[in-house]
């Protein structure tokens, strides 16, 4: 059985046979491609350049590795001939969704009669105009395409799609959620398959279909089963997805079997959280600490990728801070992780001065902490009569903001981070340990709480949990229940037995004397305690 590889060598060489010839599918070529096809008796695939460059040769596998293209007003310059053994000519719907994704030129399928001779050939064109349908031709015998202009077609397919480009701007990516649970809280994984939409939709996606799977473990081949992979295929088909977002970790292995099948790239939830971490990124702090999570994520996705993934396409996973494509070089992604790491030392050792200044001056620090878009921006800007960007948004809050608060005579300083999730990516936790050590070094935490959240509670217990791994749960905290205003029954709010608490809307400001009362008398009894 010939290799691969062995079989671009083959092609290369009827493609140098047919360099003198006008036709833009040589008659050489075709022979070769057939020949080869027959005796291995396997369906091939080849990928080439409008420069007749074999860039990619697959073997009983239509879906290349090739990324999406980054531009959005032009065709790929690539496109892509099949072999059928004993099959119609015919381009189905995975083909036609590489087509679409991956920007081909055209997808042409050529039939194999059962005797080893080529018999007829289809291709199909993108629109132009609606990106989402096809223009088919054929099935043709294939002697029909000697003469066909191919180059004329794609030339007036890039008109059209630069002419729509132009009219409507960039388009929102299409996306398709997908998400595995075992039922023991039916409830709670609603609620997280609803979050990831929401993450998707703060990541500018546009969620166009839902599926679900009911398994007591992921597959390890492809996280969902291989018959709901083959639906899920047929979904992002009829809905025009060119992205599948999994409510999970997937491993490097996962994602590119799903993308070898389904056609479109895959992500999972670290990326789209990633994506929106690099996205809200302002500072140069946070710039150097969201790009050095990305980078330790991508490091070992690139495993037994080609070369050609040097040209990442654009798109929600694959953007740095300022908008700025990740880099995808091993070697250049092992220096700049270094790099990173040595400027963060750099941040730390600034903040650490920082707060030696704080203490010699014994000003005490409050810090807010709490579930993501659970109202702490909103809170810090009432308590201290400031503007920091509040939006309705999961994650609008990245960057650490400092403010003065003044309690009456009693002068603090009040400190927003950034909010906690479920399953909050361990190399974003690991990244943003300059920022997060701020928690560390409050001398009050002060507990944001959506009180109008159904899972309020579960939300308790994820800001908890990271405020233990980050050893500042023995710190004096307030629970501070926000959003009372949205909520109708009063009488159902009931704090957790035995915190401190208060329940407050930092939007109408209803009870933030209280919460400034019980702030004040906490930190004149560390500041009694400091002077004893």
Same mark, same amino acid.
């Given at each position: ?24 599918? !040589? ?50 310059? %690539? ?61 043709? =015998? ?7 202009d191919f180059l004329e077609k794609i030339s007036e397919i890039e008109k059209k799609i630069e002419a729509k480009t132009y009219e409507t701007g960039e388009e929102r990516e299409k996306v398709v959620l997908v998400d595995v649970r ?18 998707? %939709? ?39 997805? +060119? ?118 001056? +014994? ?24 503007? %920091? ?39 974003? %936790? ?64 009931? =704090? ?12 109408? !400001? ?23």
């Amino acid at each position: 059985m010939k290799t691969a590889e062995e079989i671009k060598k083959l092609l290369t060489a009827s493609l140098k046979r047919d360099a003198s010839s006008e036709d833009f599918i !040589g008659r050489n070529f075709i022979e070769e491609l057939v020949s080869s096809s027959v005796r291995i008796h396997k369906n091939i695939s080849v990928y080439l350049t409008r420069k007749k460059q074999i860039i990619d040769v697959l073997v009983d596998s239509g879906m290349s590795n090739l990324p999406p293209l980054e531009r959005r007003d032009s065709l790929s310059k %690539v496109f892509c001939i099949t072999t059928k053994l004993g099959k119609d000519a015919i381009v189905n719907g995975i083909e036609l969704a590489t087509l679409k994704n991956l920007k081909l030129d055209f997808y042409a399928v050529l039939s194999i009669s059962k005797d080893g001779r080529p018999r007829d050939m289809q291709v199909a064109f993108l629109d132009g105009e609606k990106l989402d349908t096809f223009e088919l031709v054929g099935p043709y =015998p294939y002697e029909y395409f000697f003469s066909f202009d191919f180059l004329e077609k794609i030339s007036e397919i890039e008109k059209k799609i630069e002419a729509k480009t132009y009219e409507t701007g960039e388009e929102r990516e299409k996306v398709v959620l997908v998400d595995v649970r075992n039922g023991k809280d039916k409830a709670l994984e609603d609620y997280l398959f609803e979050e990831l939409e929401r993450l998707t %939709v703060t990541a500018g996606g546009e969620v166009v279909y839902k599926l679900s799977q009911r398994k007591d473990s992921p597959d390890p081949k492809y996280y969902i089963g291989e018959g709901k992979v083959r639906e899920l295929a047929d979904i992002v088909q009829r809905v025009s997805g +060119n992205l599948v977002i999994f409510n999970g970790d997937l491993s490097p292995s996962q994602v590119a079997n799903l993308e070898s099948v389904l056609g479109v790239r895959v992500i999972d939830r670290t990326d789209l959280i990633l994506d929106i971490f690099a996205k809200h990124a302002r500072t140069k702090e946070g710039k150097l600490q969201v790009e050095l999570a990305q980078l330790k994520h991508l490091l070992p996705r690139l495993v037994g990728k080609g070369k050609e993934l040097s040209r990442l396409g654009g798109g929600i996973g694959t953007r740095g801070p300022g908008e700025r494509k990740l880099e995808t070089d091993r070697r250049h992604i092992e220096r700049r992780i270094d790099f990173l790491e040595k400027e963060i030392e750099r941040v730390k050792r600034h903040r650490a001065l920082i707060r030696s200044n704080r203490e010699r001056n +014994n000003i005490p620090i409050v810090t807010l902490v709490g579930y993501t878009n659970a109202g702490k921006s909103t809170l810090m800007n009432a308590l201290t009569h400031s503007d %920091v960007l509040v939006e309705d948004k999961l994650f609008a809050t990245l960057d650490p903001t400092t403010r003065i608060l003044w309690l009456k005579e009693v002068k603090a300083l009040l400190t927003d981070t950034v909010g906690f999730i479920h399953k909050l990516p361990h190399h974003l %936790v690991e990244a943003f340990s300059a920022t997060l050590e701020e928690i560390r070094y409050a001398d009050v935490i002060l507990h944001v709480i959506d009180a109008s959240d159904p899972f309020a509670y579960e939300h308790i217990k994820v800001v908890d949990d990271m405020l233990k791994y980050l050893e500042a749960y023995d710190k004096p905290i307030i629970r501070v229940y926000n959003k009372i205003d949205l909520i109708e029954d009063r009488e159902e709010l009931i =704090p957790l037995t035995g915190d401190k608490s208060v329940f407050v809307s930092a939007l109408t !400001g209803e009870n933030l004397d209280e919460l400034k009362d019980l702030l004040k008398g906490e930190i004149e009894g560390i500041l009694t305690n400091a002077t004893i």
